[in-house]
Each structure stands twice: as C-alpha cells, then as structure tokens.
C-alpha cells in the first residue's frame, strides 16, 4: 500500500527567509504524481506544485520548487522569500496515473514569523 | 468559471442521525472524490464518482455512501453518525482525463459535528 510520511508536524521561518517541508513516500509503482497542496485557516485546499515522477527535472512555480529524488523516494518543498501569506498547513500528497484517489501525509504547519 | 461548492457549510446533528452533504463540481467536471478530515486521522479518501458510477472506494464502514447524478453532483450520506464521524468532509472535482493527469479542485468543505 502506498504511504506519505511527513516527519515534521509544525515548522518556522522568518518572513523573506527559505524554508524546507519534507516528504517520503513509499510506493511499488514507477509511474505516478506528486504534489503540495496548501491549506490555510479558511481551509480551502489549493494545488501549490506537482511533479510527474517519469519527469526528472523538478518542478517549479514561481517561490516554490521541489526537490524530487525517485530513488529515495523523497519530495521536499522549497518556499523561497517566505510570506505572510504562506501561512498554512501544507500536505504532502501521491496520486496514481490511472486514479483520482489522492493519497496524503498528516501535513506540516508553517509558521511565518515578521 | 465558479469553484467547486459545497453545502450545507456547516452542521451539527445528534449520534444516531443521519446526514446528506452536497457537492456541486465545477462545471463540466465529471469526477467527483470525497475525503474526510481529521486532526487524528488526516485526510483520508472516501470515495470517487464518475459518470454516476463509483469508480474507487476507501476503507469506511458501510454507513458512508455516496450517489452521483447525471449533473455531475454528488451527495455523501453519513447514517448512524457516531461521535468519530466528526469532520470536515471536502469533495473535490476533475475534468476528464484527456492527458496524464488532471487536476483536483477543492471546495471548502463542510464542517460536521455530532454531538
């Protein structure tokens, strides 16, 4: 069965600094989707990045970019420039090529410090 | 385009009810998932419709149940509501898929509480 770890529960960063959220994965399949979705307090879930796993250049958009690494199974979130608005809670998350099923981690909260 | 919509928002109801949360697509979206939240838990997948059909279930008791109608619109039925089965429930849709992958979106969820 697939899972989604996401080891740290809560983090910090001070605004206009970078911060890490890490994520591991354990799957069987070779083919399959990644992403960050992003929850703030008003609780609507956005799509912050995703990355094909057959692709292997990591994804970016914008502030946030990943760091994919198939082999160790591992897909960490990058937020450069940290903003007041980054606040949230961030979940970690797999999905197959041929499901809708979203598969997601416990999730890590970011705290942006002026 | 309007988002994906969920009613009612919020709700409170008694152990032993039962309760019928809605979800309205995006429009021309035809896949519609359902996922339960929870501070224990996380956010867990409930099921999936598409086309009226469910297409993928996750591990809940029998009293989740969900239908699709020819809308795209989907309910989720919650009977014999336990303590535990206080959430939020988010419903998310996608378009059909005519590449590799389509993408999920959100709607904001409704807030169940059982007392």
């Known amino acids: 069965a697939q899972t989604v770890t996401q080891s740290q529960p809560e983090m910090s960063v001070q605004e206009a600094e970078t911060v890490t959220l890490s994520c591991t994965y354990d799957t069987s399949e070779s083919d399959y989707y990644l992403f960050w979705y992003k929850q703030p307090p008003s609780r609507q879930m956005i799509l912050v990045i995703r990355?094909?796993?057959?692709?292997?250049q990591n994804a970016t958009e914008n502030r946030f970019s990943v760091n994919f690494q198939k082999a160790a199974k591992s897909f960490s979130l990058k937020i450069s420039d940290s903003q007041l608005g980054d606040a949230a809670m961030y979940f970690c998350a797999y999905r197959l090529p041929i499901d809708d099923k979203i598969i997601f981690g416990k999730g890590t909260r970011l705290h942006i410090l002026p | 385009k309007a988002g994906v919509t969920q009613t009612p928002r919020y709700l409170i109801k008694t152990r032993g009810q039962q309760v019928t949360l809605s979800c309205s697509p995006i429009s021309g979206h035809r896949s519609v998932s359902w996922y339960q939240q929870t501070p224990g838990q996380g956010l867990q997948f409930l099921f999936e419709?598409?086309?009226?059909?469910?297409?993928n279930k996750g591990n809940f008791p029998g009293r989740f149940s969900g239908r699709q109608f020819s809308n795209s619109r989907s309910e989720m039925n919650v009977s014999t509501l336990e303590l535990g089965d206080s959430a939020l429930y988010l419903c998310?849709?996608?378009?059909?898929?005519?590449?590799?992958?389509?993408?999920?979106?959100f709607g904001p969820g409704t807030r169940l509480t059982v007392t």
């Open positions: 419709y598409f086309s009226e059909t469910q297409r």
């Open positions: 990355q094909e796993a057959y692709k292997q």
């Open positions: 998310a849709s996608s378009s059909p898929r005519t590449g590799p992958s389509s993408e999920q979106y």
